[in-house]
């Protein structure tokens, strides 16, 4: 059975559009074992320098406060270490990534626990993965230099081993009903044809 890691982090929770696909895609898993994690209406906190620490310290050292930061941290690595399959909610706010996604990945981007760093570099220790991202915007940005949330997405994942990212755009939500209904129908399109019939029996 595959375990599937569905990540939204709308603020418009389940009613965003990013997180709608995203939960179709899910939908054509129908045996897999799916953990969800609503970023939106369950945020983390920014990473700051107390937070940061508690993922430095030794047992030996470590606060009870330290110690749940940490514990918290572990919680969310152990879903993505589950995890065969990552399905990414992406909304476009403010030209770029949410802020609660960001604050996800700085709490899963762990030296020696989800990269370790070597003497040729750093070292994903999540490879294996692979990551679908459903990414909803207002206006169009797809293969251009404004798209700043594909190759951050890509970078981190990748950065984590996480190699195999396949993401599907729904743009020009904003522009007008017609652009609306047809950007959406088109990622509809795109995200059934990501998994073929035959493989979705998970
Ligand atoms: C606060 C806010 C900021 C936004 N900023 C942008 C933006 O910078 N570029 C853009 O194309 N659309 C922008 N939009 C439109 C969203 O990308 C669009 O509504 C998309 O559907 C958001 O995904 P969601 O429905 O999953 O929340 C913004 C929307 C909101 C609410």
């Keep these: 059975m595959k375990t599937i890691l569905h990540l939204n982090s709308s603020i418009f929770g389940d009613g965003g559009q990013s997180s709608r696909l995203a939960e179709e895609f899910v939908a054509r898993f129908p045996g897999a074992r799916v953990i969800r994690r609503d970023l939106g ?16 310290s030794k047992p030996e050292g470590r606060t009870p406060a ?38 996800y990945f700085d709490h899963v981007a762990r030296a020696g626990v989800t990269f370790k760093y070597t003497e040729k570099g750093a070292v994903g220790l999540l490879a294996g993965r692979k990551a679908y991202v459903f990414a909803a915007r207002g206006g169009l940005y797809q293969g251009t230099p404004r798209d700043t949330q594909t190759p951050y997405v890509r970078d ?24 609306r209904t047809q950007s959406l129908a088109a990622a509809r399109n795109a995200l059934r044809a990501l998994v073929q019939p035959e493989r979705i029996a998970a």
């Design 41 to 56: 209406r369950e945020p983390l906190p920014h990473l700051d320098a107390e937070r940061f620490g508690a993922f430095l």
């Design 66 to 103: 330290q110690q749940r930061v940490l514990d918290e941290s572990d919680a969310l690595v152990a879903e993505l270490k589950a995890a065969d399959i990552l399905v990414l909610g992406l909304p476009m706010y403010n030209f770029g990534v949410p802020s609660q996604l960001k604050a």
């Design 156 to 179: 981190f994942l990748g950065f984590l081993g996480i190699a195999d990212v396949k993401f599907v755009y729904a743009e020009g939500l904003a522009i007008s009903e017609a652009s």
